[in-house]
């Protein structure tokens, strides 16, 4: 079990201004920012970050929306920060999230959903080095 997890705040997240209501979440949940850019991702980068997910009907909705807009990308850190920060998010689908998580308060819809997390120590670490080098990490 690591420490570290990875989020995405999404293009509808930051269009939506919600930047740093979901960063003050984020912190008083105990969760430390280890690595952290607003930047954009291209279509073939989302196609890249997403890649485990290329044979699945919604793989081209999907990458199409990541590269729609800028995004927040995060490294974040904290005992059982995987699990945790599942649990902090909620459901995908907002209509199914528990109340007072993330995507339930943020979130438009099962695809435009707010924040992404890893859902594994090891995809967290691979998420995390697709966007930060180790210089970037404090």
């Not at 999404?10 to 930047?39: C, E, H, S, W």
Request: hydrophobic content about 40%; aromatic content about 10%.
């Amino acid at each position: 079990m690591s420490n570290r997890t990875f989020t995405m705040i999404k293009p509808d997240a930051v269009k939506a201004g919600n930047i740093g209501n979901i960063l003050q979440m984020i912190n008083a949940a105990g969760f430390k920012i280890i690595a952290m850019k607003y930047t954009k991702i291209s279509l073939d980068q989302a196609g890249k970050f997403y890649e485990v997910h290329k044979d699945r009907p919604f793989y081209g909705e999907l990458t199409e929306f990541m590269s729609s807009g800028p995004i927040v990308a995060a490294i974040l850190e904290k005992e059982n920060a995987v699990a945790d920060f599942r649990k902090l998010i909620g459901a995908t689908n907002p209509a199914q999230a528990e109340e007072g998580t993330i995507r339930k308060l943020y979130a438009a819809s099962v695809g435009e959903n707010a924040v992404h997390g890893s859902d594994s120590d090891d995809n967290a670490k691979i998420e995390g080095d697709f966007f930060f080098s180790g210089l970037e990490r404090f």
